[in-house]
Structure formats: structure tokens, C-alpha cells
């Protein structure tokens, strides 16, 4: 949470020419409801649920020419993985758990944070996740003491560097 996903994505795909999705807000627009209260009518394990059909419904369409940004729980299920390694070039933004509380601090949209300790609660998520973002992703870009440009600019040059390494592998 608060890596920069849907701020970096929006970005890159400007820059690409393609569509850009994220995919709280697709989760939100076909509930009709947004995520706090998806987490207090349904749960974790609701949201989650929905997290996963709307990932499925996305990746049945041209993929592309879309750049996605996730929510941050997205690599929690097997299913979504496996989506994710089939049908997407993957990149994890990292960023230390010091920038990720700096950086959501500043909004109370996120129900996981809602905690007495967000801290604590984004290490323990970071320890989890950490491994399952490698697992899944293409490319790893580090993000922490990076503006929002620079990162989008980083992404794009490592984007442009493997497809130019899988051109001249084939
Ligand atoms: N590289 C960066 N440097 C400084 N601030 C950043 C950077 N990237 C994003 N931010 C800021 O951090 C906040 C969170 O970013 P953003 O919403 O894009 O994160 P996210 O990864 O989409 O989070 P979530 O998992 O909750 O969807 C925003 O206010 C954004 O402007
Ligand atoms: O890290 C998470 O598990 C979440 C991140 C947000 O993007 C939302 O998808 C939701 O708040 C859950
Ligand atoms: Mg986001």
C-alpha cells in the first residue's frame, strides 16, 4: 500500500499510449459501493472475492493495451498469481515500509490500516507479500526517495530494456 501503483500507472500509460484500469476502482464501480464499506458489509474475504472476478473479467479483454495498477492484497491468492504470470508483464514497485506509512498516512481509505499500529501492520503485510511480489513479477523497480516522474520514467526504460531482450532472444 501506497508504493504508487495507481499514481505510477496512470503515468506509464499515458506515456505508453495504452488504457489505464485500477482495479479498486473497477471493484468499486461494479459493486456500486467503495471499498471501506465492501470491508464492513462483506469483509476481507468478500472484497477479496470480488478482487479476484474483477481480475478475471480484465484479463478476458486486450490486455495489451491496458496497464493495470492492482490493489496491494492482489498477490494473497493463488488464482490471482497465476493471472498475473500468464497474462501480464508484471512490475513490483517496492518501497520500504517507512515510505509506505509515510505515504498513507495522509488518507484513511484503506480498512487494513485502520489499525491502532498501521506500522505494524504494514510490516507484517510486507514480510508476507515481499516474496509473493517476486514470485509473480517481470520486473522489480525501487522506488523509495523517487518522484512520482522519475519512477514512471524507470519503469518505462526497464519495460523497454526486456522487450528488447526477449526481441533479440526469439
Ligand atoms: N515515488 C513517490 N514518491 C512520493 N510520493 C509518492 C510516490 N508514489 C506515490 N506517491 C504518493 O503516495 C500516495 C499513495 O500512492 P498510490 O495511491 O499511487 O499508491 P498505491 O500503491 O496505489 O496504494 P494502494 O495499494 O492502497 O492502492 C499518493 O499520495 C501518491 O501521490
Ligand atoms: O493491501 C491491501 O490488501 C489492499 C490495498 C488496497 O489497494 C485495496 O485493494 C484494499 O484496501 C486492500
Ligand atoms: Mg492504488
Redesign the pocket.
Known sequence: ?GAG??TIGRLISQSMGKEFYD??KV?EDNAGAD??WI?EREG?EG?RKR?TQALSNMVQSDTHNTVLA?????V?RPENRDILQQDGLVVYLYASVAQQLYRTSKSS?????QTGDPKATLKK?FEV?DPLYREVATLVIETDARHPKAVANKVLDAIKRYLTSEDNQS
Open positions: 500500500m501503483k495507481t482495479l479498486d471493484i471499498i471501506p470491508f476481507e472484497f478482487e492492482t490493489g496491494g492484497g492482489i494473497m481509505h484503506r480498512p487494513l490500516l503485510l507479500r
